[in-house]
């Protein structure tokens, strides 16, 4: 197949838009762009007629082929994949000098969109790369695509295979998950990273790093912030519990006692890709606010607040609960000094 050159010039000049120190939205947007323009170019001509299908099960949905392709344009949670994912890369060629990093790429969609702007950055003595992806045609399409731009002496192997049960050829160095919606809802981050974290080289990084959680309320006078929901990290297992099914995102809160007219309930979401390389609440389509219920504030004096959800479920499925609270602690001559 044809290396094709001009892709490649143009792949150089979104990278250096991307990862420039001083790079502003108003430049890196329209590289983002242009990277889903170069790709759609290069598709297999059949790309189109398959790429509508969504799966969905108890766990939540794989969205279509075509949905991962609109992720490239939640621009700022690109670039900053992007960035964290280079810095990481660099990071391990530090922690491990003179290796070959093996990348394990998991939901790779149909543009490999968090590593092949990247990738002429590095040698292929450097990196291999292993894609992996729910649906045949995304991993078909990104070999496709690699091809053309240079890449398939990078690609150690590809699969189409089910993150939460897939194992990695090995012991990744790197291993690369955004399969997640806002407050880890509708997809299958949980489930994904809590089967693949485990095939993970010490020392080696899981992207992203961690995923947090936080309750707040927001009534007539403003927001507050109630406490960490979840975090989902690197001690997955642990936290998940011996067994993956059954295991709920919860907390219990207690609430102020001077709320004012009606209290709504938001769940923040704020991701650490790597190291400082971070997309706050309300920044990307994957960490914007999630509203999970409304109450009377009159209702919620003595009370605490549950909240609770499986991984991956719909946001109207969140069980939001007023539970009578501790009472009033009430000091006696011991407390004070
Ligand atoms: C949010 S898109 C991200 C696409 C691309 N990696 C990006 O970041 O722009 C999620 C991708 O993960 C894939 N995916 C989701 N759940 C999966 C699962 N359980 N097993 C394998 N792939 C999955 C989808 O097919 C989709 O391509």
Do not use: W
Not at 60 to 79: F, K
Not at 112 to 128: H, I
């Amino acid at each position: 197949m044809k290396i094709d050159t001009e892709g490649q010039t143009r792949l150089d000049d979104i990278a250096n838009k991307i990862l420039s120190k001083d790079g502003s939205l108003g430049e890196q947007a329209p590289a983002l762009c242009s990277y889903a323009g170069l790709c759609g170019s290069l598709s297999l001509p059949d790309f189109g007629a398959k790429q509508f299908s969504e799966y969905t099960d108890e766990g939540g949905r794989i969205i279509s082929p075509v949905s991962a392709i609109e992720c490239v344009t939640d621009y700022v949670r690109t670039v900053e994949f992007l960035n964290g994912i280079y810095k990481g890369i660099l990071e391990l060629k530090r922690r491990f000098p003179g290796e070959k990093l093996h990348i394990m790429y998991g939901g790779c969609g149909p543009y490999a969109t968090l590593l092949y702007p990247l990738l002429r950055r590095f040698s292929k003595d450097e990196l291999e790369i292993e894609l992996v992806d729910y649906y045949a045609i995304c991993v078909d399409n990104a070999v496709h695509i690699s091809r053309q731009l240079g890449f398939n002496g990078y690609i150690k192997s590809v699969e189409n295979g089910d993150v939460r049960t897939y194992e990695p050829k090995g012991r990744p160095h790197m291993i690369i998950l955004e399969a997640m919606d806002k407050a880890l809802l509708n997809e299958h981050q949980v489930a994904g990273e809590y089967n693949l974290r485990r095939f993970l080289r010490e020392d080696g990084l899981f992207v992203p790093d961690v995923v947090d959680l936080s309750a707040t309320v927001v009534d007539d006078l403003g927001s507050a912030v109630l406490g960490k929901l979840f975090s989902l990290q690197g001690d997955v297992r642990e936290r998940v519990g011996a067994v993956m099914e059954g295991f709920l995102i919860s907390g219990r809160f207690e609430l102020p006692d001077n709320l004012e007219g009606e209290g709504k309930v938001v769940i923040k979401t704020e991701v650490t890709i790597f190291d400082d390389v971070k997309l706050s609440p309300g920044t990307s389509c994957i960490t914007c606010d999630t509203t999970c219920g409304f109450f009377d504030s009159k209702d919620a004096v003595g009370h605490d607040l549950e909240i609770s959800y499986k991984p991956g479920e719909a946001q109207n499925d969140i069980s939001l609960n007023l539970v009578p609270g501790n009472p009033a602690k009430v000091l006696v001559e011991s407390d004070y000094a």
